[in-house]
T-cell receptor
Framework: AQSVTQPDIHITVSEGASLELRCNYS??????LFWYVQSPGQGLQLLLK??????LVQGIKGFEAEFKRSQSSFNLRKPSVHWSDAAEYFC?????????????FGAGTILRVKS | NAGVTQTPKFQVLKTGQSMTLQCAQD?????MSWYRQDPGMGLRLIHY???????DQGEVPNGYNVSRSTTEDFPLRLLSAAPSQTSVYFC????????????FGEGSRLTVL
């Protein structure tokens, strides 16, 4: 069964600084990987996804993530953080895109941005 | 664009009471699912459906029932609420295969006393 670990529960960065959120997954075959963001009181919104191909994936709001098979990682990055990026971020892994796919989420990382 | 709509947004129940969380989507998505979100545990899949008349269990199905009579609606029923079911519940839908993206409702916060 697949699983996802987000090692950092909370991260605080200064506005304008770079950001990296860590995600490690466990799955035997090629995973399908996602990053979602949740603003307070809201549902989750997809930032980006990796299915295959180029291991560096671009997403919305200036985010990118890199799939590293050798490290079983899919870390999320942003070169310059804005105050509006403060939210909770979830990494997720899926086993296939067929119907019945059971997406497994990590526990989340809360990002705080200080001015 | 309504997307995924959940009602109610907030609910307080007493132990043993029953209730239904409603979920409706207007995107003609075949796949719908229910997750619960608890602090430090991320989102856990309760039940899901791949089309009208078809449902299946997720990771934490005990204490919850679902049905899917139409493509649009996927209600979640708690037959006898327990304090352990205090949580935030999210309904999500997805388009066809190979899209991957789940579209989430805004959540329903349930407290069981």
């Amino acid at each position: 069964a697949q699983s996802v670990t987000q090692p950092d529960i909370h991260i605080t960065v200064s506005e304008g600084a770079s950001l990296e959120l860590r995600c490690n997954y466990s799955y035997g075959a090629t995973p399908y990987l996602f990053w979602y963001v949740q603003s307070p009181g809201q549902g989750l919104q997809l930032l980006l996804k990796y299915f295959s191909g180029d291991t560096l994936v671009q997403g919305i709001k200036g985010f990118e993530a890199e799939f590293k098979r050798s490290q079983s990682s899919f870390n999320l990055r942003k070169p310059s953080v804005h105050w509006s990026d403060a939210a909770e971020y979830f990494c997720a892994v899926g086993s296939s895109m067929e119907y019945g796919n059971k997406l497994v989420f990590g526990a989340g990382t809360i990002l705080r941005v200080k001015s | 664009n309504a997307g995924v709509t959940q009602t109610p947004k907030f609910q307080v129940l007493k132990t043993g009471q029953s209730m239904t969380l409603q979920c409706a989507q207007d995107m003609n998505h075949e796949y719908m699912s229910w997750y619960r979100q608890d602090p430090g545990m991320g989102l856990r899949l309760i039940h899901y459906s791949v089309g009208a008349g078809i449902t299946d269990q997720g990771e934490v199905p005990n204490g919850y029932n679902v049905s899917r009579s139409t493509t649009e609606d996927f209600p979640l029923r708690l037959l006898s609420a327990a304090p352990s079911q205090t949580s935030v519940y999210f309904c999500a839908s997805r388009g066809g295969p190979n899209t991957g993206e789940l579209f989430f409702g805004e959540g329903s916060r349930l407290t069981v006393l």
